[in-house]
């Protein structure tokens, strides 16, 4: 039985001396205890401490155990059961200390250690695919660094900021160390020792980025990064999204920016989100260079709609341009935007229909250069 076991461990370790893990040693991670709850086997077992130097038990939930004595867990757990144990009597025993090298922060993850170890060659096992094995401490089988920090990280991209990178060894803090600087220049870092704890930080800003980029999902910052390095994480915006449309939302607030603004240029702030909206399409047809299907990437106004198709052609009557919108169509005269009529140059949107009609030979080139003189055509062909 699990009592008389008990007591036989220790009276052993009080009569002949505990020769393996010393009975009153401090717990860290990796550490495997027994744990004894008298006249309850359900509530007993054997347990590892996780990275963190917590341990999980049933009734119970998480507990720190980290640089505590197995007899003062002992003390904490049976506080903890007493409200649902009548009599609760509990013993703790440290039944080995682990050769091992935690990773603390972001993934989390337990490694077996290996002489030569250092910094690097143990990142490098994080982000492979197919690292050396690492240590399953519920069974003691051997699984992959891959399953125990749930996949690869991306040193650049990924949330964990490897310019801030710290060894917990004892009761000292080596570091920081910059990982990325040394992979750099080919530096393996630090050489690892039994029981070092790798501590990793997460990079402090956050940004959705949505809508037609390629990656969409979240972009993980340093401080000062400017905003702009969160849509070059998540792969830059796609091939039809539109440039001058997209909605900035921070701090509860929301606005229409373009590529150019400035505030792409200055710090994102945790929490921003991006939504770049896919570009209008519209035919535009009749005496333009490139009559079709157009795309609107920037500016959506017809004036840049006709810019986008290549330009009125020859014989295009700019004074009689249709728009057909909705199934209603509507007359709209270019030439008198120069005198400041800007209902005469409209939004469009996706799905509306222009129409560059055929009239009598004039010098559309001199309307066309006014209206580009006033900036009114798209930012991108």
């Not at 505990?18 to 027994?34: E, M, N, R, V, Y």
């Given at each position: 039985?699990r009592?008389?076991r008990?007591a036989?461990?220790a009276?052993?370790v009080?009569?002949t ?6 009975a ?9 205890i027994?744990v ?9 077992g054997?347990?590892?401490l996780?990275?963190?130097?917590n ?22 757990l049976?506080v ?8 609760v ?7 080995a200390?682990?050769a091992s090298?935690f ?8 490694l ?11 990142v ?6 197919n ?19 749930n996949g690869p ?9 490897f310019?801030?990178v710290t060894i917990q ?6 570091g920081p ?24 930080v ?7 980025v ?6 969409p ?5 340093s401080?000062n990064?400017p905003?702009?390095?969160?849509i ?11 440039q001058a449309?997209i909605?900035?939302?921070r701090?509860?607030?929301s ?9 792409f ?8 989100r991006?939504l770049?909206?896919r570009?209008?399409?519209?035919d535009?047809?009749g ?5 079709g299907?157009t795309?609107?990437?920037g500016?959506?106004?017809l004036?840049s ?12 009557n700019?004074?009689?341009v ?6 209603e ?8 935007i ?6 005469d ?6 799905g509306?229909v222009?129409?560059v009609?055929?009239g ?5 080139s001199d ?5 580009g003189?006033l900036?009114?055509?798209?930012v991108?062909?």
């Amino acid at each position: 039985m699990r009592f008389q076991r008990a007591a036989l461990v220790a009276a052993a370790v009080a009569f002949t001396g505990f020769t393996g893990a010393q009975a009153d040693a401090a717990l860290h991670p990796g550490d495997k205890i027994d744990v004894t709850v008298y006249n309850h086997p359900e509530l007993s077992g054997p347990h590892t401490l996780d990275a963190s130097g917590n341990v999980a038990l049933p009734i119970v939930g998480t507990i720190s155990a980290l640089n505590v004595e197995p007899n003062d867990l002992a003390e904490r757990l049976k506080v903890r059961l007493a409200p649902y144990v009548r009599q609760v009597a509990v013993d703790v025993q440290l039944d080995a200390q682990s050769a091992s090298v935690f990773v603390a922060g972001g993934p989390n993850g337990v490694l077996r250690y290996q002489p030569g170890m250092t910094l690097t060659s143990v990142v490098d096992q994080l982000q492979s695919r197919n690292p050396a094995p690492a240590v399953d401490e519920a069974d003691a089988t051997s699984v992959s660094a891959h399953d125990v920090v749930n996949g690869p990280l991306d040193l650049i991209n990924g949330p964990i900021d490897f310019h801030k990178v710290t060894i917990q060894r004892e009761n000292r803090v080596l570091g920081p160390y910059d990982l990325l600087a040394l992979r750099a220049k080919g530096e393996a870092g630090p050489t690892l020792v039994p029981d070092d704890t790798i501590q990793l930080v997460d990079k402090p800003v956050m940004v959705s980025v949505q809508g037609d980029v390629e990656k969409p999902g979240t972009a993980y910052l340093s401080n000062n990064e400017p905003l702009m390095q969160a849509i070059v994480q998540v792969g830059g915006t796609a091939s039809t999204s539109s440039q001058a449309a997209i909605t900035l939302e921070r701090g509860g607030q929301s606005q229409v920016i373009s590529m150019g603004n400035p505030l792409f240029s200055q710090p994102a702030q945790n929490g921003d989100r991006i939504l770049v909206p896919r570009a209008p399409r519209v035919d535009v047809l009749g005496n333009v260079v490139k009559p079709g299907e157009t795309m609107l990437r920037g500016n959506t106004t017809l004036v840049s709609a006709i810019y986008y198709a290549g330009g009125p052609a020859q014989y295009a009557n700019l004074k009689s341009v249709e728009v057909m919108h909705n199934g209603e169509r509507k007359v709209y005269n270019l030439a008198r935007i120069q005198s400041g009529h800007t209902g005469d140059n409209p939004d469009l949107v996706d799905g509306d229909v222009v129409m560059v009609p055929q009239g009598s030979k004039f010098q559309w080139s001199d309307v066309w250069s006014a209206l580009g003189s006033l900036g009114l055509f798209g930012v991108r062909l």
